[in-house]
């Protein structure tokens, strides 16, 4: 596989498609962002990009040109998503490599409003607080971008402050041209309080001021998470297979 420069990304479009289920992706080609891998680039036939702790794979060109890469972004990719044929190869490079699989949330379309929780500061997320998601206990929560500035002039979020602490956020994890995928976060100790539905909420409502649809990502087993889509709207819609490198959750 052979590792391409930023200004080589658009080779990558022979593969990855404008309108993947992942939104993340073509935001990643299309600002150049992360790393990226093909096997020709004349006439690439496989592909794999990274960015944050996620990875995608595309194509159908020879799988086991693949385990070096893979080996290589191991040390900080968690989840790679791609499709079912690419499970040898993945588990045969990776020993830590689980099957599971993300579902996928559309959103009604219609407008909700929710009771603020009392006695705490809802704030949009700017430059610096963009720098505070990690209070959130959610690490992965602005992985898709460079830093506050870069988020701020691509995605939008909204966070809770309690305690003089970033507690909670809902931000757009991944956004293109046409739909944003929402990311959220509560610290353990604030759970079960409404933050995440209603900052969700905001996102949402955001999303459709600037023309994006939202869409809503997780996994099978994380009942909070598929609690505040349906609260704030969205209906399971259809799953893709990923892998987990580590704990499978």
């Known amino acids: 596989m052979i590792e391409l420069e930023k200004s080589e990304y658009p080779v990558l479009k022979n593969l990855f498609s404008d309108d993947h289920p992942y939104v993340e992706v073509p935001m990643i080609i299309n600002d150049r962002r992360g790393r990226a891998w093909v096997d020709s680039k004349l006439n690439p036939r496989l592909g794999l990009i990274a960015m944050g702790d996620m990875a995608f794979i595309e194509g159908d060109g020879e799988t086991r040109y693949l385990k070096p890469v893979i080996k290589e972004i191991s040390s900080s990719v968690i989840e790679i998503c791609c499709d079912l044929k690419f499970k040898s190869v993945i588990t ?21 409003q929710f009771r603020k929780p009392s006695e705490i500061k809802v704030v949009e997320i700017d430059e610096k607080l963009f720098d505070r998601l990690h209070e959130t206990g959610e690490n992965w929560l602005g992985s898709m971008f460079n830093n506050g500035d870069d988020f701020v002039s691509k995605g939008f979020g909204y966070g809770i402050i309690a305690d003089g602490i970033l507690v909670g956020a809902a931000v757009t994890f991944g956004v293109d ?34 023309r994006l649809k939202p869409i809503w990502i997780t996994g099978p087993t994380n009942l909070a998470s598929k609690a505040v889509a349906i609260k704030n709207g969205f209906t399971q819609s259809f799953e893709l297979p990923n892998f987990w490198l580590g704990p499978n959750v």
């Not at 490079?93 to 009604?108: G, M």
């Not at 759970?191 to 209603?198: A, D, E, I, V, Y």
């Open 177 to 210: 041209k046409n739909r944003v995928n929402i990311g959220v976060g509560t610290h353990p100790d604030f759970r079960l309080k409404g933050f995440s539905t209603f900052c969700t909420c905001a996102c949402v409502n955001k999303a459709y001021e600037r």
């Open 92 to 112: 045969e490079t990776l020993d830590n490599a689980s099957e599971n699989q993300n579902i996928f949330f559309f959103h009604d379309g219609k407008i909700r």
